[in-house]
């Protein structure tokens, strides 16, 4: 189905109000000629082109001025090995339910990543994680096509060059690639992840079980982030920042209590929310946009929040972190302009000078 001059608010968890010039929803592989030849076409007048999947990560921060594809392909094939599980998922497979249905099936190891909000085809891109475990920890594979030629595309787990929140789709040249599905395994020998942040506080860790983490990761999101459908938020606004040992010592030395994370490249990886907490951003409102005051990491849609209220907010969180830690937050979050993706150091210089 094809949609002209649409409304993209029921398609971004932000709930901002944007218009695309088209909207395709691409719902069936049989559909890929036309959408092929409707991308063409959007090229060939110089029109920028965009891939979504539920909006779960993205801030439309104006109007989109060409053709949005819509990602809505289903189904889920399961089979087994001697060693493992093989699951081969739609690209529009909801995230959460996939990690519900594997539990429900007895099929455990995503247990951790319950929760994040999206599909499944967003999943590669983002390398989502939470709690110890990413989505590289599980991928085999990603499959997408590239929509300048049509070819239909195979990468291996190393080859889509996984990193802390961050793939090869996120690059210059993959902007054309709409992934169409990925293929997992899981080990039938589970090992529990549950000594990351609050799981530690799970009883019984000896005898732990994959249903018993999927509980306690529902509640502690549930009571951490607050429901999309009721505030309009993306999660995780920004990301950890990453920072040298020696930065690190640093601020230690004058916040003893900060969290930190040793890194295998001996760098470490710090707490933003517990960042924008200490620079007593909490609750900070800007017009209708706001920091969540149970977690500082969510920027949430309070009061029919316009783009510019979380842009401007965003920035103030950001300089003020920067000026009390000298850390550099980095958004997590998309930001999509009139001809495509962008960055809050962009629009902010747009923002003011309106």
């Known amino acids: 189905m094809i949609e002209t001059n649409c409304s993209l608010k029921p398609f971004n968890t932000f709930s901002i ?10 719902n069936d592989m049989a559909q890929l000629p036309e959408l092929l030849d409707l991308v063409t076409k959007y090229h060939s007048e110089n029109k920028p082109v965009l891939i979504l999947g539920a909006g779960s990560n993205t801030l439309f921060c104006e109007d989109f ?16 090995s001697d060693e493992h599980y093989i699951l081969q998922v739609a ?23 319950a929760l994040i909000p999206g599909v499944v085809g967003s999943a590669p891109v983002q390398n989502i994680g939470a709690y110890g475990t990413e989505f590289k920890d599980f991928c085999e594979s990603v ?4 929509l300048l030629t049509g070819e239909l595309v195979v990468l291996s787990a190393a080859e889509c060059l996984f990193a802390y929140r961050d793939s090869i789709f996120k690059h210059t040249g993959m902007s054309n690639a709409l992934i169409t599905k990925v293929t ?25 079980s994959a249903k018993q983490i999927y509980d306690s990761v ?6 951490k982030l607050p429901d999309p459908e009721k505030l309009g938020n993306v999660g995780s606004f920004f990301k950890n920042p990453v920072v040298s040992q020696q930065q690190a010592d640093a601020l230690l030395r004058l916040y003893p209590n ?20 200490q620079a007593g951003l909490k609750g900070k409102t800007v017009g209708g946009a706001a920091v969540h005051k149970n977690q500082a990491l969510v920027l949430i849609n309070q009061n029919n929040a316009t783009s510019t209220d979380v842009i401007l907010l965003a920035d103030l969180v950001r300089t003020k972190v920067k000026a009390m830690f000298n850390v550099s937050l980095e958004h997590e979050v998309r930001f999509i302009g009139r001809e495509g993706e962008t960055n809050l150091q ?9």
């Not at 962009?346 to 309106?354: G, M, N, S």
Request: with cysteine.
């Open 17 to 26: 109000e944007a218009k695309a010039q088209t909207l395709f929803h691409f």
């Open 218 to 223: 529902c509640q502690i999101r549930n009571e």
């Open 91 to 113: 690209a529009g497979e909801d995230w959460h339910q996939l990690v519900t249905d594997c539990i429900a099936k007895g099929i455990d190891g995503l247990e951790n990543l």
């Open 184 to 208: 997992l395994t899981l080990s039938k020998q589970w090992q529990p992840h549950s000594r990351y942040g609050s799981l530690q506080n799970i009883e019984n860790q000896e005898q732990v």
């Open 346 to 354: 962009q629009v902010i210089k747009y923002v003011r000078a309106k």
């Open 143 to 146: 499959e997408y096509v590239d």
């Open 258 to 277: 900060m969290p930190n994370y040793p890194q295998n490249d001996k760098s470490i990886k710090l707490a933003a929310g517990w960042l924008i907490d």
């Open 65 to 80: 001025s060409g053709l949005v594809i819509k990602v809505e392909l289903l189904g889920v094939d399961i089979s087994t």
